[in-house]
């Protein structure tokens, strides 16, 4: 039985070494610190519960980055610097958890301007297998975009099957940012999760 009494999420690339050309990069994406949601609200008429516990949901900004998505109430922030050769590397990620073993995600992780990432199938093939793990099993995946800049979607279960795992990551410059669902698999709902993966949004500045 999948027991989680707080349930963490981790980035693609959170928790993992990265080998890119000129450095390898670990990131820390264990959920530590609840430091605030820099969230503004959409005013949306109250929704009935759903099976995966989700209602009123809102928008959600990531931190001080201009990507957002709708997520369900009381997102909590952590945020997490990894200082490397070419610069410090930051990420914040923000997390709603509606019930038990259910959580959404969005993450913005900024990579040093000294780092190229002008291969970015590599990159996002390398954060694939990693965030796969050894008991990931992929079920689909495909190629996506957001205003014109790439992104993948992949969906695969986890924990020995137990959990489904929904992700988009997109690749803007320098700019890393994933929208990430997480449900059991006895609970998936895919309106929500559908909900917050196409509503992400980057703000024109």
């Keep these: ?8 999420l981790t980035s693609t690339f959170g928790a ?8 390898s990069i670990s990131l820390f994406s ?29 928008r959600v900004t990531c931190g001080m980055s ?21 610069g410090p590397l930051v990420m914040t990620m923000v997390t709603s958890e509606p019930s ?30 990693q965030a796969l793990g050894a008991d990931g099993h992929l079920v689909s995946e495909r190629a996506i975009s957001l205003d014109g800049s790439p992104g993948k979607e992949w969906c695969f279960d986890k924990y020995r099957g137990q959990a489904i795992v929904t992700m988009r990551a997109y690749l803007v410059g320098h700019d890393f940012y994933q ?9 998936v709902c895919t309106r929500h999760i559908a909900g917050c993966l196409e509503s992400c949004q980057l703000r024109n500045e």
């Design 66 to 86: 201009s990507f957002s998505a709708m997520m369900p109430p009381r997102p909590t922030t952590s945020i997490a610097t990894n200082e490397t050769g070419a």
């Design 1 to 8: 039985m999948l027991c989680f009494q707080r349930l963490r």
């Design 100 to 129: 038990r073993m259910v959580a959404f995600s969005i993450l913005h992780n900024s990579f040093p301007t000294k780092l190229p990432l002008t291969d970015t199938e590599r990159l996002f093939s390398g954060g694939l297998r």
């Design 16 to 23: 993992i070494r990265m080998r890119l050309p000129i450095l």
């Design 30 to 58: 264990a959920l530590v610190l609840s430091v605030g949601c820099g969230r503004q609200e959409a005013s949306l008429s109250r929704q009935r519960i759903c099976v995966c516990g989700a209602t009123n949901w809102f």
């Design 179 to 187: 929208a990430i669902s997480v449900m059991p698999r006895s609970r």
